[in-house]
């Protein structure tokens, strides 16, 4: 059995003032608002990820949608100042405060992997709905995942893992197909993610090279629950180079490309994974550079998530994340996504003609923030609920990682939802 123990008392104390933890309110807005009542929203991480969301919302205020930034926090001191006077709001350097602001209604969480399930835990139990960026949690925290999916469902909050792919209605109409029976039984799908480069690793801008801990950086609530390791630039700023913080491709990159298809099938915790990769182009680094991994599922489907950063054909230009549009294949037929358009064959012996279902629009960051906020006033499903999809899926991947680093097949025990090595 894998299990790690939460240490949250030492990660409560890394967060500066302890007091601030008993402040927390349970307040929330009521179970159902009206279409013109405001949605206060908290940005918890200002980086480049968290900047862009400001900017997606700051696009939606603008377009006369009702909603309002009303706080930031970060734990860096100048990107929380750069944040503040962008957004002309309230500043807080720990993420608890801005919880306990009663003008906060919803939050976006946009900090480094480890912070993840701590902060939409604190959020949820605060009374908060949550967009909370990919990866859910830590490749090494399975233990969280599983607390903070069930404290999102005890609490009732809408919590919308930013995924944003699920905006494309083609994985919601191939959903509904598959449902229907177009491909009979489904027994296989692929999907994957290529590119060029490890921008995302490597490529992280260094803001200040002689910074050092102190008020304005919180080292000690940066590492979590992450080994205690001296302060270290790298570290802290191109902090996705790190085994301790981040999982390369697989929890980076693989979100947007398993989402869609565990989606399409159906399915929820896989029977066992296995994986192979490692650095096969960019040294520099501690986590791989390429990663590919075979899931199969208890339904008798296996899922192959194929990929690396050393090579990006296909292209851009398929459906999907890095080029790679999925592929579904079921006993009577598979379905594509090609240009616009859904495409079932069916296979050899099956007397049915080929079907085409045309797709409306695509992929919308404008549209997948829209669908937050909706559910936040509707208190129905976001296109991708941290609960279920998001759990299922951040566990297949931690999964993989699992696999790889320590080359064995990982299992999973229905019954007890634990991973098993």
């Keep these: 059995m894998l299990e790690k123990k939460l240490n949250r008392r030492d990660f409560l104390k890394k967060s500066a003032g302890g007091a601030v933890a008993a402040a927390l309110t349970t307040r929330s807005f009521s179970n159902a608002l009206g279409a013109n009542e405001k949605i206060g929203v908290g940005f918890i991480g200002c980086g480049g990820r968290g900047r862009a969301h400001i900017s997606y919302v700051q696009k939606l205020k603008q377009a006369g949608d009702a909603v309002e930034i009303v706080a930031v926090s970060d734990l860096y001191r100048p990107r929380l100042d750069a944040a503040a006077r962008s957004t002309s709001t309230k500043a807080y350097a720990d993420h608890r405060e801005l919880l306990a602001d009663a003008k906060v209604d919803a939050v976006c969480i946009a900090t480094p992997d480890r912070l993840h399930g701590f902060q939409v835990i604190d959020a949820v139990r605060a009374g908060k709905d949550v967009y909370c960026e990919k990866p859910i949690t830590h490749w090494d925290q399975f233990e969280l995942t599983r607390q903070m999916a069930w404290e999102v469902k005890k609490h009732k909050r809408i919590v919308q893992a930013g995924t944003q792919g699920m905006s494309d209605a083609a994985w919601h109409k191939a959903a509904k197909l598959v449902e229907e029976g177009a491909i009979g039984k489904p027994i296989h799908a692929e999907c994957g993610y290529f590119r060029i480069g490890d921008w995302g690793e490597r490529g992280m801008p260094i803001d200040n090279a002689n910074v050092k801990p102190g008020p304005d ?185 699992l696999s790889l680093r320590e080359k064995k097949v990982a299992r999973f025990d229905q019954e007890k939802e634990e991973i098993l090595l």
């Design 217 to 401: 950086l919180n080292w000690e609530a940066f590492l979590a629950d992450a080994p205690k390791r001296p302060f270290s630039v790298s570290r802290f700023f191109r902090w996705r180079m790190y085994w301790d913080y981040a999982g390369g491709p697989s929890t980076d990159l693989y979100p947007h490309s398993l989402t869609p298809v565990v989606k399409m099938l159906g399915v929820t915790f896989p029977e066992t994974v296995v994986a192979t990769g490692g650095k096969f182009r960019y040294e520099e680094r501690e986590v791989p550079d390429t990663f590919n991994m075979l899931i199969d599922y208890p339904e008798k489907i296996t899922v192959a998530v194929l990929g690396t950063q050393g090579n990006d054909f296909p292209g851009m230009g398929g459906r999907g994340s890095g080029g790679r549009s999925p592929v579904i294949r079921g006993w009577e037929g598979t379905i594509t996504f090609e240009g616009n358009k859904i495409v079932v064959r069916p296979q050899p012996g099956v007397s049915r003609a080929v079907k085409k279902v045309a797709i409306n629009g695509g992929e919308s960051m404008l549209e997948y923030w829209r669908n937050f906020l909706t559910c936040c006033r509707t208190r129905e499903k976001p296109w991708s609920p941290i609960e279920d999809l998001g759990y299922h899926v951040q566990t297949a991947l931690q999964m993989g990682i």
